[in-house]
């Protein structure tokens, strides 16, 4: 019997398919957080056309809400995805932005009206509010307490401080041409910005950042390799913790108030951000751009939810669900090994 003459490349035609299929999956592996946000623009985007005829994209307030919205989470993720980048977790930034808030209003009431006043508030809530940060990253890395068990602890502790701070947990309110300042117009973004573009230049230009994912993707060859994971572990904490207080300032700035219960639900969201930006919960990987563009998806969905008079507790309900479809996403991609 007489062979069929091969024909050339029918190899690499017959793989193709499959070759075609893993590329896509990379594809929208990598670029699927980035995908869904323009999905979602879109979709307010037409809702505004038809039913009010205006857009929701080509306005200054809806993008100012939209920026400030995403301002806030933005500041506790930035410590957060150094957090999580090492394969841990914070619990205790929401009730640390609490505590570090009331703190700035009780400051700053010190100084009196005086713009100076800021000056002295700032750096005294950071001193105070980085304090759980260094006991968390003790806890975890001096006594190997679970991540998730020793910053919970500290919640609930940072909770406590910051009702008592505030004077059995009343709201203190504080007046003030410098906070007001800071809090005013696009300025709270704008802080974030800078911050943003600060921390993404550590984690991905520097050694510090080499040793943050060095840590995250296996410990043990990291402390091999001669870096001292229990110090680069308690200053990680502390770095969050220092965020949060930003994240706290930022929110007297804006309300000319500080509470204990400040953005109670920023915990969730900072940890949404973090996680729908493609970092993943077992370490080693994730990136302040990805962070970024998690937070925006989290803001257009509570704005966008809001403008088309939703009721605001589906809020919760969306966010919950696009943080399920990003560890879905991510345990998809490991399994493929894109």
Same mark, same amino acid.
């Given at each position: ?53 205006? +857009? ?31 394969? =841990? ?22 100084? =009196? ?41 500290? !919640? ?16 203190? +309110? ?22 943003? =573009? ?5 984690? +991905? ?5 080499? !040793? ?8 043990? +060859?990291?402390?091999?390799? =001669? ?112």
């Amino acid at each position: 019997m007489q062979k069929s003459p091969s024909l050339p490349g029918l190899q690499s035609v017959t793989r193709l398919p499959w070759t075609a299929r893993i590329d896509y999956a990379d594809l929208v592996g990598r670029f699927w957080p980035w995908l869904f946000l323009a999905a979602l623009c879109l979709f307010f985007e037409v809702w505004s056309q038809v039913t009010q005829h205006r +857009s929701f994209l080509v306005n200054a307030y809806n993008l100012q809400s939209i920026a400030l919205a995403a301002s806030a989470p933005m500041l506790l993720a930035i410590g957060q995805t150094f957090v999580i980048v090492t394969a =841990g977790i914070d619990l205790s930034v929401g009730f640390v932005m609490g505590l570090a808030a009331v703190c700035a209003a009780q400051f700053t009431l010190l100084g =009196g009206a005086s713009a100076w006043s800021l000056c002295l508030s700032v750096p005294l809530t950071i001193a105070v509010s980085v304090i759980p940060g260094a006991i968390n990253g003790v806890l975890v890395a001096r006594y190997r307490v679970p991540a998730f068990i020793g910053t919970l602890g500290m !919640y609930g502790i940072a909770r406590g401080v910051g009702f008592l701070a505030a004077g059995s947990g009343m709201t203190v +309110s504080v007046d003030n041409p410098g906070l007001q300042w800071l809090g005013s117009g696009w300025n709270p973004v704008i802080v974030t910005g800078v911050l943003l =573009g600060l921390m993404h230049f550590i984690l +991905s230009r520097t050694r510090f950042g080499q !040793y943050t994912y060095a840590v995250g993707g296996n410990e043990q +060859s990291a402390a091999r390799a =001669g870096i001292n994971v229990r110090r680069h572990l308690i200053v990680i904490y502390m770095l969050s913790a220092a965020f949060a207080a930003v994240g706290g300032i930022v929110y007297t700035a804006r309300f000319s108030a500080g509470s204990a219960t400040a953005r109670e639900p920023m915990l969730l969201n900072s940890i949404a951000a973090v996680v729908i930006g493609g970092a993943s919960l077992f370490g080693g990987t994730g990136n302040l751009i990805g962070t970024l563009i998690g937070a925006l998806i989290i803001a257009v969905i509570e704005f966008g939810l809001v403008f088309i008079n939703v009721d605001a507790f589906w809020q919760f309900i969306a966010v919950g669900v696009v943080i399920i479809v990003s560890v879905l996403i991510d345990q998809y991609k490991e399994r493929l090994g894109v």
